[in-house]
């Protein structure tokens, strides 16, 4: 009884958040950064317990700061060169990762709450993500300048 109710709420052909973060960087041609918002609602959270790690795509690794702010899911990304990845080990990945959920925990999830409410009211710009499931809206504070490396 209780699974007919919760399958109601929870679709099954929708994608996962890391398929949109994926086909997002490849639809771009892997961009040096960017920063955009998902509805929870329009995919599966298969990244709820990350916060910041390597996202790994085709030859290009990303470090992603990712956080839950209702009613979305914020996604920070920036590709990492050669420089970079000799400082970023996957124990210290690991341990901000850590660092940052325990942060999230010890207040409660008050201030990513307040910026998904925030965000919702300052979202100037959308882009449609082609996923294997369809397409997925993603929105932007502004529209971000393609060419741009910071």
Known sequence: MIYLMLHNFFPKNLPKASEVLNCYLK???YPPWTS????QKFVINDQFRETYFINRIEGHEYLVLRTGCFPFIKYHCTRLNENDKKY???KFVHFQNSFFRLIKILNLGIPTLAYGMIGNCLITYTESVKTSQG??????????NKNSIY
């Not at 397409?135 to 971000?144: A, D, G, M, P, S």
């Open 27 to 29: 639809q771009q041609n």
């Open 36 to 39: 955009y918002f998902v509805k």
């Open 88 to 90: 970023l080990d996957e």
């Open 135 to 144: 397409n997925v809206k993603i929105y932007f504070l502004i529209k971000e």
